[in-house]
């Protein structure tokens, strides 16, 4: 008996479907792939991201920051990532399940996605055109890594990893002290040293 050929999803057929869990999934090339499930310091750093942001951007309408953010992969059908956060812009429309334009992109890093967000995800954000600065913090220990698009073709990366430092948002003026980023989170030893 021969099996049934694999199927890819398009974009509009993934945004209809579910699993019947609660679980998160990416579009990846037209394949379902599960999110790992976020804890406590991620979801308490991608709030308080959120909380900076959003009350910096309050008295700029239209742009507005946007948690677990549909981010679409240019050129493509069949991918369609969520970011932790992202800044945009451009209004909100009704219906709308992606972010138009993003300015900025916020991607709180645990251990075990780490490495799909790095090899991923980040160079599909590096080849959207509206992105300006993409934010990587990582969970478990003071590191905030900022990529911020130099031209069409370059990119600068900055790394934080002190608690006094202020993680600048250029593109959309907005300073946060990696205190406030931090705030309430309980950090383990650096694994560098």
């Not at 019947?20 to 308080?48: C, F, K, W």
């Not at 090899?119 to 954000?125: A, D, G, M, Q, R």
């Not at 080849?127 to 990529?147: K, N």
Request: contains cysteine; glycine residues 6%; aromatic residues 8%.
């Amino acid at each position: 008996m021969s099996e049934l050929a694999f199927k890819r999803m398009t974009l509009d057929e993934f945004l209809v479907w579910s699993d019947g869990t609660d679980t998160r999934y990416e579009l990846i090339d037209g394949v379902p792939v599960a999110m790992a499930p976020s804890y406590g310091a991620h979801q308490i750093i991608a709030g308080n991201a959120a909380i900076e942001i959003g009350g910096a951007l309050r008295q700029r309408p239209p742009c507005h920051v946007r948690s677990e953010a549909g981010i679409l992969k240019p050129n493509s059908f069949r991918s369609y990532f969520q970011a932790d956060l992202a800044v945009t812009c451009t209004p909100h429309r009704h219906g709308q399940y992606d972010t138009p334009n993003p300015v900025v992109i916020v991607e709180v890093l645990s251990r075990s996605p780490e490495d799909h967000d790095r090899k991923v995800k980040l160079p599909v954000y590096r080849s959207i055109p509206s992105v300006q600065e993409i934010v990587l913090v990582h969970s478990d220990f003071l590191f905030v890594e900022v990529h911020r698009r130099l031209d069409d073709t370059r990119w600068q990366s900055d790394l934080l990893v002190d608690s006094d430092a202020v993680l600048r948002l250029d593109s959309v003026a907005v300073a946060i002290p990696l205190a406030a980023l931090y705030a309430n989170v309980e950090l383990g030893p650096d694994p560098a040293g």
